[in-house]
């Protein structure tokens, strides 16, 4: 019997990845390619002195800086049009347009029913050239925060964390 992919310690297959946001979870962007956020260092701390002979020397920095998440997909032509009357609360050009520097809690469900939850707002919304025999496309650029503002307090939240599911051999549960 084989096993299933979702029972590896790895993923298998990038299929299906979705993003979704707090303040517009029916926004009509339709994900082809995501790329989940990196984390960096942002390099070394130069600790040379005079005193060095042969080798220049360095310190890691103590924060690291999580990087842009960066999503390609379809879209719904009515993101132009807030005249255009649809069913789906959110889809309108007002809505991605009013999510634009907003920060708000983006959730990344990964294939393997693991979720990574962080804060940030949608930095750029790009569509990209129409043409003919071609889905029109658009690139969204996400900006980590790392911070959630609650009654006029800044707290730094545990947000950058990923939740795995808990599951045994039959159910699948998710937190």
């Avoid at 220049?56 to 009357?85: C, E, H």
């Avoid at 990344?108 to 071609?134: A, C, Q, S």
């Amino acid at each position: 019997m084989p096993v299933s992919p979702v029972l590896l310690d790895y993923l298998t297959d990038g299929f299906s990845t979705v993003v979704t946001f707090e303040l517009g979870p029916d926004i009509s962007f339709f994900e082809k390619e995501v790329t989940p956020p990196g984390v960096t260092g942002e390099g070394p701390i130069n600790t040379t002195t005079m005193y060095n002979d042969t080798w220049r020397t360095a310190w890691p920095k103590s924060l690291q800086t999580a990087q842009a998440i960066t999503m390609n997909g379809a879209f719904a032509t009515s993101s132009y049009d807030d005249s255009v009357a649809t069913t789906t609360p959110d889809v309108t050009y007002a809505g991605v347009m009013g999510m634009i520097g907003v920060n708000q809690r983006i959730t990344i469900n990964f294939p393997d029913f693991t979720t990574l939850e962080v804060m940030g707002w949608i930095e750029d919304f790009k569509p990209r050239e129409f043409k003919e025999g071609e889905q029109p496309m658009a690139e969204l650029t996400l900006h980590i925060s790392n911070l959630e503002v609650i009654a006029g307090t800044s707290l730094v939240p545990d947000h950058f964390e990923i939740t795995p599911p808990v599951y045994d051999d039959t159910n699948y549960t998710f937190p």
